[in-house]
């Protein structure tokens, strides 16, 4: 078992840690709360990162810092994001024989969410994700590193599909025939969506991330933007679909009951109330005709990737039972069709 309260010790922290819990529901990283001794200290957020999925965290990390100092040099984006926690050596994460470690400061004004319930909370997550867009509006992208290669092409998504099919598990594959169908008959749809929709669009910091719980949001019109390890060069098309195939449909992403997955309306008219209050001065035309379009195609590829990790057996997402993966790609298939 790794020593966690060793780990702690290496970073540069104010008050001894007092207990060391898991913490969130991320689907890659583990990731744990460090409640410290004294009532009056912060708390902090320990990461280990998942190097399976990150094989490059020297990349990940360069892109975490690059764009956090730069968002928080800002005066008035100092909650945007959390504040990384040094080592006692001076380096802003650790690697030692146990993993990849980095270390924030604990949020605890503010909290996430996994569905949104109310329309001012998703036109708050809309102003989050907006304000970080905007932040990073006159970073250099060309400093940035790509941390995962392809990671929303469908084209390189539907290769490792189809390299399932045919190295896969013979019994899964067996058991998800109705769903490799549906990802099958769509393909087309998206793969041509995907040609036509990235001709002109301007390459940007984005966070390639952006469901709801990746926002935490409290009393402030403004909340703080979390899990920034695939913050890279993208398309805004990408953030802005993946927050409303999450902020948009009332039910979880592995919701088994598929009849219950519908669009909230109200909630997503929320959304981009408040996410083009902040980015209208940013986003081209071009960018905001394409929204109606984004969270199907999200929603789509998200469907291909789970399904993708079941056939392979299970071997990047977390996952809580034996067909959680399935089922997870049944439910993102219904929100790409509903919001099609």
């Known amino acids: 078992m ?13 008050s001894r840690a007092n207990e060391i819990i898991p913490w969130g529901n991320g689907h890659i990283n583990q990731t744990y709360r460090v409640i410290t001794e004294f009532d009056q200290a912060s708390d902090y957020l320990l990461q280990r990162i998942n190097t399976k999925v990150f094989e490059k965290v020297d990349d990940l990390m360069e892109n975490m810092i690059k764009v956090t100092q ?13 504040e990384l926690v040094p080592t006692k050596a001076g380096t802003l994460w650790l690697q030692n024989e146990t993993g990849a470690w980095r270390m924030q400061l604990f949020i605890d ?22 304000t970080f867009l905007a932040a990073v509006d006159e970073f250099p992208v060309e400093k940035l590193n ?22 896969g598990n013979s019994d899964r ?37 952006t469901k709801l719980n990746n926002v935490l949001l409290g009393e ?32 979880r992403e592995d919701e088994p009951k598929l009849d219950s997955i519908n669009v909230n309306t109200a909630m997503k008219d929320s959304f981009l ?12 035309k071009q960018e905001i005709s394409l929204i109606p379009k984004s969270g199907a195609y999200m929603a789509y590829i998200l469907a291909v990737r789970f399904l993708t990790d079941y056939l392979n057996g299970d071997t990047y997402y977390k996952t809580k039972y034996q067909n959680h993966n399935l089922v997870r790609a ?11």
């Not at 309260?5 to 922290?13: R, Y």
């Not at 109330?273 to 081209?284: A, C, F, N």
């Not at 049944?330 to 099609?340: D, T």
């Open 2 to 14: 790794i020593e966690l309260f060793k780990i702690t010790e290496s970073f540069d922290i104010e």
């Open 70 to 82: 730069h968002i928080r040099s800002k005066p008035d984006h100092q909650q945007l994001v959390s």
């Open 273 to 284: 109330d408040g996410y083009l209050s902040k980015t209208e001065h940013v986003l081209s």
């Open 109 to 130: 004004d503010k909290e996430s969410f996994e569905i949104a319930d109310n329309e001012e909370l998703c036109r708050k997550a809309g102003r989050t994700y907006g």
């Open 173 to 209: 594959i067996e058991s998800a025939k109705s769903v490799i169908k549906q990802v099958k008959e769509r393909a087309v749809y998206f793969t041509n969506m995907y040609a036509t929709t990235l001709q002109n669009l301007p390459l940007r910091v984005t966070h390639n991330d």
């Open 146 to 167: 790509i941390t995962i290669t392809k990671f929303h092409d469908i084209n390189f998504r539907l290769q490792q599909f189809e390299e399932a099919l045919k190295l």
């Open 330 to 340: 049944e439910n993102q298939l219904v929100v790409s069709h509903i919001l099609s």
């Open 220 to 251: 402030n019109e403004i909340g703080t933007v979390i899990d920034l390890d695939t913050v890279m060069p993208g398309f805004s098309f990408f953030d802005i679909g993946d927050a409303l195939r999450s902020i948009a449909i009332s039910a």
